[in-house]
């Protein structure tokens, strides 16, 4: 009898030894798995973060043409060292020197899984759009075009804004009252800049001649030079840009007749970036001022949005001069005089309440000009 009390008393004492470690196992079990997934979920962000990337592809004026291509890769570089990127695995460009290099420029991107790939210029919109439809799991952002697609970005700005305030400056500073617009490839953009430039002059001075004229090419400075030194010749003593590389050599051809003769009026209006350092010769300064559209802030500000989370793929984000995504430079203080920003600066708060519709379009151009 006592023994089998013994074996019931032990059989108790053992189940509930069991219990508790079935309790113990479960709870220790449970508290792991939530410490694991507190950790992974931890790592897995960190990682995500860290893995993001951002390249773009150049058009044919090259990373270093002192304009458009220049203004988005410093951009891009100040986003990757913001965010502690690595040129070559977390930011890098691919340079096209021809149209036929856009294509695989751009699979070549998507090969190395960057997390946004920047399609730089109206004219690599096509082969954007191609590689873009193919590669649905990447985000692709174009400049200066519209491309459908929910993975694409389409970034534009109201170019004809900021050219029509450097109208403004040139129509302050000529003394010949004949001023030049040379432009790269001619084609609806590009036209903003020549129109928006032209209406800032004439609403200056509507007896402003300005002379227009295209290189139909944003690479070649040998053309630009040659175009300037026409101008110049003929009376132009300042000229506006929208070339590209080719704006390079309008710089140039200033800066030789500054040389040779330092009395000279000839200025150049930059564009895209500040352009005052090209026009550096000796103690003087042949930039005027610069258009400055700023693509650099527009890649920073879509590659930020696409790294946390808020891509706006299939939108078209446009930036004017109530954005601060167009203006002029005043780097120049000695040929930018406060006359002149003065001037700039009434035009540019006209345009911001709404008392000037600059025109965009030719057809624009000539109902703003028949209404001054």
Same mark, same amino acid.
């Given at each position: 009898m006592k023994k089998n009390r013994f074996l019931l008393v032990?059989?108790? *004492?053992?189940?509930?030894?069991? &219990?508790?470690? !079935?309790?113990? #196992?479960? $709870?220790?079990?449970?508290?792991?798995?939530?410490?694991?997934?507190?950790?992974?979920?931890?790592?897995?962000?960190?990682?995500?973060?860290?893995?993001f990337s951002v390249a773009m592809v150049t058009d044919v004026g090259g990373v270093d043409d002192k304009s458009f291509n220049q203004s988005a890769w410093e951009g891009i570089k100040a986003f990757g060292?913001?965010?502690? *990127?690595?040129?070559?695995?977390? &930011?890098?460009? !691919?340079?096209? #020197?021809? $149209?036929?290099?856009?294509l695989p420029n751009l699979n070549r991107l998507?090969?190395?899984?960057?997390?946004?790939?920047?399609?730089?210029?109206?004219?690599?919109?096509?082969?954007?759009?191609?590689v873009a439809k193919q590669n649905p799991d990447t985000n692709f952002a174009i400049v200066d075009s519209v491309v459908e697609g929910d993975n694409v970005a389409s970034i534009t700005f109201?170019?004809?804004?900021?050219?029509?305030? !450097?109208?403004v400056a040139a129509a302050m500073k000529t003394k010949s009252n004949k001023i030049g617009?040379?432009?790269?490839?001619?084609?609806?953009l590009i036209k903003k800049f020549e129109v928006g430039f032209r209406a800032g002059v004439q609403s200056v001075n509507p007896d402003i001649e300005v002379q227009v004229q295209y290189a139909e090419s944003f690479a070649d400075a040998t053309k630009g030079k040659a175009i300037a030194s026409n101008m110049y010749d003929k009376g132009v003593d300042v000229i506006y840009h929208a070339s590209g590389a080719t704006g390079n050599g309008v710089f140039a051809e200033a800066k030789d007749i500054k040389n040779n003769d330092p009395d000279a009026e000839v200025w150049v209006i930059g564009v895209d970036r500040d352009q005052y350092e090209e026009g550096q010769i000796g103690d003087q300064n042949v930039t005027l001022t610069s258009m400055l559209k700023r693509v650099d802030v527009a890649v920073q500000d879509v590659a930020q949005k696409a790294k946390d989370g808020e891509f706006?793929?299939?939108?078209?984000?446009?930036?004017?001069?109530?954005?601060?995504?167009?203006?002029?430079?005043?780097?120049?203080?000695?040929?930018?005089?406060?006359?002149?920003?003065?001037?700039?600066?009434?035009?540019?708060?006209?345009?911001?309440?709404?008392?000037?519709?600059?025109?965009?379009?030719?057809d624009e151009l000539k109902t703003y000009l028949d209404s001054l």
């Amino acid at each position: 009898m006592k023994k089998n009390r013994f074996l019931l008393v032990l059989a108790m *004492l053992l189940a509930v030894g069991l &219990f508790l470690a !079935a309790c113990g #196992s479960s $709870d220790d079990k449970e508290e792991s798995t939530g410490n694991e997934g507190k950790d992974n979920g931890g790592e897995g962000t960190e990682e995500a973060s860290s893995d993001f990337s951002v390249a773009m592809v150049t058009d044919v004026g090259g990373v270093d043409d002192k304009s458009f291509n220049q203004s988005a890769w410093e951009g891009i570089k100040a986003f990757g060292e913001k965010n502690g *990127l690595e040129k070559g695995a977390g &930011f890098d460009y !691919a340079q096209s #020197s021809q $149209d036929a290099d856009y294509l695989p420029n751009l699979n070549r991107l998507v090969q190395q899984d960057y997390s946004l790939i920047y399609g730089i210029g109206y004219k690599l919109a096509e082969a954007l759009g191609d590689v873009a439809k193919q590669n649905p799991d990447t985000n692709f952002a174009i400049v200066d075009s519209v491309v459908e697609g929910d993975n694409v970005a389409s970034i534009t700005f109201k170019e004809h804004q900021g050219s029509f305030l !450097a109208g403004v400056a040139a129509a302050m500073k000529t003394k010949s009252n004949k001023i030049g617009f040379v432009g790269g490839e001619e084609s609806d953009l590009i036209k903003k800049f020549e129109v928006g430039f032209r209406a800032g002059v004439q609403s200056v001075n509507p007896d402003i001649e300005v002379q227009v004229q295209y290189a139909e090419s944003f690479a070649d400075a040998t053309k630009g030079k040659a175009i300037a030194s026409n101008m110049y010749d003929k009376g132009v003593d300042v000229i506006y840009h929208a070339s590209g590389a080719t704006g390079n050599g309008v710089f140039a051809e200033a800066k030789d007749i500054k040389n040779n003769d330092p009395d000279a009026e000839v200025w150049v209006i930059g564009v895209d970036r500040d352009q005052y350092e090209e026009g550096q010769i000796g103690d003087q300064n042949v930039t005027l001022t610069s258009m400055l559209k700023r693509v650099d802030v527009a890649v920073q500000d879509v590659a930020q949005k696409a790294k946390d989370g808020e891509f706006p793929g299939g939108e078209v984000v446009e930036y004017g001069i109530q954005e601060d995504g167009v203006g002029v430079a005043r780097t120049n203080e000695e040929a930018f005089t406060e006359e002149i920003a003065t001037a700039v600066d009434e035009w540019k708060q006209k345009i911001l309440d709404g008392d000037v519709e600059v025109p965009a379009t030719e057809d624009e151009l000539k109902t703003y000009l028949d209404s001054l």
